[in-house]
Structures are given as structure tokens and as C-alpha cells.
């Protein structure tokens, strides 16, 4: 079973507000799934911080 993070979870592993993971699901940019309160698994948040990361990169010009 993969581990499920609570909002505040990721917020904390982001270094960023529970308003913005919120936005992040909202926008699709992080898959979320809401049982009660929205989770989100470890590797929904692994893939979001490799798809920020690439996207970070990509927009100082330098290679992936």
C-alpha cells in the first residue's frame, strides 16, 4: 500500500501553503483524490516535483 499525504503533508514537503497544493490540485497540475479530505499519494507528488523541476530547468535554459 503507498502511503497517502494529507494536504498539509505536501505543503510542508513543498515548502509552500496548503492554499497553493490546493490550487495545484484544483488545477490538475497534482492528482489528488478526495476521501473525506483530499489525499494525495507519494508518487503523484514524486511525478509533480519532476514535472516542476523539469519545467524550472527548461525556463533557465538549460538542458533535462
Do not use: C, P
Amino acid at each position: 500500500n503507498e502511503k497517502l499525504l494529507t494536504i498539509e503533508e505536501v505543503a510542508e514537503a513543498l515548502r509552500v501553503s496548503t492554499r497553493s497544493v490546493t490550487r495545484y490540485i484544483e488545477s490538475g497540475r497534482l492528482k489528488a483524490s478526495k476521501l473525506g479530505l483530499w489525499r494525495i499519494k507519494q508518487s503523484d507528488l514524486n511525478r509533480f516535483l519532476e514535472q516542476t523541476s523539469n519545467q524550472k530547468k527548461n525556463r533557465y535554459g538549460k538542458k533535462n
